[in-house]
């Protein structure tokens, strides 16, 4: 099959690598001629391409930040000649859903993928092994041949309707990098303390790895759902709340009940998933 | 050197795989048979011993819990016939130097390191290896040998106050703790809505890693200094409730700042430490 893919950074050239490894023609596309020659030194695709040019693909995947889709899916609306076929990979459906209404075949996925690092020279055509890869089911040929595309790569493909994802990712993906970044500012306040960088291990480094996050891929994504990522700061912060009060009133039972309940809490939302790589979502 | 652990958890077991493979005769120790069996497996130790002929090795060191520490610290002090050199690697230092006041040749040490899991089964000699190892600087033939049997781990012997070393592990190591329990709440509160396991993926899981660790370590820390614990959770929940406020307001600034600012206060925290793998410290 003829893919074209939109966007060079970490995602789209990882799955360029990926189904270039499958015997698929794999085009690639940037407006950064930079992120562009970089996709090209990692022999992610078999040629570049204008956008244009992209569009006379089987297949064309969106891999750009929320807001940089709903513009090139407005755009593809609104033309002509387009693939039979386009799907995106941005972190919310509900946006690019609106974006899409009324193009053809249009299919809404979100591949629960990534990892440390950005741009081409971190991307890895294996990321994907393994990982769930959500899509919005419309049905059809278009869905078939983003599954297919998807089994390629590895990942496991999850049909879920946009509006669940969405609500479903502000407690997974947002919730859990903005504490990264809450904590980053705790910890970073009192990082010239004494012994601080001295004690500094790998559990603080790992609850810290998320703070290095892009706010060109973020900061359409809080835009888009800031009030329900809100919420979930503000029930995070009554917990906390709650913990250090039990600790100033010597009343372990509190903590003892968060250790006790942790590996169950663990287990019981990791329940549908293998055991995966440690790694930085995408988002 | 004839060494004696005491203790054959995962710290204990992983030291006796480090000092045997440098030649050294070490003895393992441990109240729990089934510990103990456990570390005979991993080869470990020369041999098993009880704690009384523990007491006639060169060197002995305590990889026990902080409360179990401090009562083994106690009954050498008032004892007699002990080894020449006494160290701990429990997880606060000030607890252990007052148990230990007036024990000749006790060092107060703590390495920082560690890995998923628990127990003799997930011993691993490597585990020390780059990673900062504090001691109580005391001088004297007893921090000479300490200082070289760090080392010998390939560990960084780093010297530190206990005081010092207390007030900055609550920053690095108790807050990111206690936080991972009550992110873990939180998710674990919505782990039923729909689409939250489906999504759930690999940067959550590492934001959730702590979550793993044990009561039967942690109690005694937090009854040791809960108030400087509470502290910093508020800190960090008043941190939360400010990026909660800037979402709800539509202010992007705040985020964008905390975004921007991210990889930077990484780099100064973890600026003394070159790149270390990921895992959870023992705490």
Redesign the interface.
Known sequence: MHIAVVGTGLIGTSLGLAWRARGHLVVGCDVDERALEAARTRGAFDRTVDFDSARSADALVLAVPLDAACALLARLRDGSGNPAVVFDVASLQQPVIRAAAGLPGFVAT?P???REGSGAAAADGAIFAG??W?YEPVGGEPESVVVRLIVETGAIP?P?DGA??D???A???H??????????????R??A???????????????????????SM??PL??EQ??R?????????????A???A??N?D?AT??R??????E??A??????KD??????S?
């Open positions: 979100h629960m993928a990534g990982q769930p959500i999850v879920l669940t994802h609500r479903a990712v407690v997974t993906s919730l859990p990098q903005l504490l990264a970044l809450a904590l980053a500012r705790c910890v970073g009192r990082a303390e004494g012994g601080v960088r001295a004690v500094a291990g790998p559990g603080l480094r790992g609850a810290l790895r998320l703070a290095n996050a892009r706010w973020w900061g809080l835009a800031g009030h990522d809100a919420d979930l700061l503000e029930d995070l912060a009554a917990e906390l709340k913990m250090a009060a600790l100033r010597g372990p903590i003892r968060a250790f006790d309940e942790g590996p809490l663990l019981n939302i990791f329940r549908n998933t995966r790589d440690e790694g930085q979502d988002p």
